[in-house]
């Protein structure tokens, strides 16, 4: 089973770039679809990213398609998330999460491990 530590939220200011990260632990990121979602307050959990356990392909979710980027550095069995041109709608508590089906899949149903989350706010 993996773990999953996410790390690099914080305040920023509307425009900003912030980049999250995500170590994994106890297995291969490789063997998972991993993926990222957020949550804000009072709204249900929705899908940010998804990269396949291939490395290809990747799906994003509408409202950050263009300006987040997801990636994985497997040498260091990392999840990694760009996030450019933040806006104030974009503040959430960031998950990572690993999905150990072999079906690529961005419900979040799908996914069968998670880490604590980190907060990213972002201010006017």
């Known amino acids: 089973q993996v773990q999953l530590v996410e790390s690099g939220g914080g305040l920023v200011q509307a425009g900003d770039s912030l980049r999250l990260s995500c170590a994994a632990s106890g297995r291969r990121i490789s063997d998972y679809h991993m993926g990222w979602f957020r949550q804000a307050p009072g709204l249900e959990r929705e899908f940010v990213a998804i990269?396949?356990?291939?490395?290809?392909?990747?799906l994003y979710g509408d409202s950050v398609k263009g300006r987040f980027t997801i990636s994985r550095d497997t040498a260091k069995n990392t999840l990694v998330l760009q996030m450019n041109s933040l806006k104030l709608e974009d503040t959430a508590v960031y998950y990572c999460?690993?999905?150990?089906?072999?079906?690529?899949?961005?419900?979040?149903?799908?996914?069968?491990?998670w880490g604590q989350g980190t907060q990213v706010t972002v201010s006017s």
């Open positions: 999460a690993a999905d150990r089906d072999y079906a690529f899949s961005a419900q979040i149903e799908s996914f069968d491990y």
């Open positions: 990269i396949s356990s291939r490395g290809g392909p990747l």
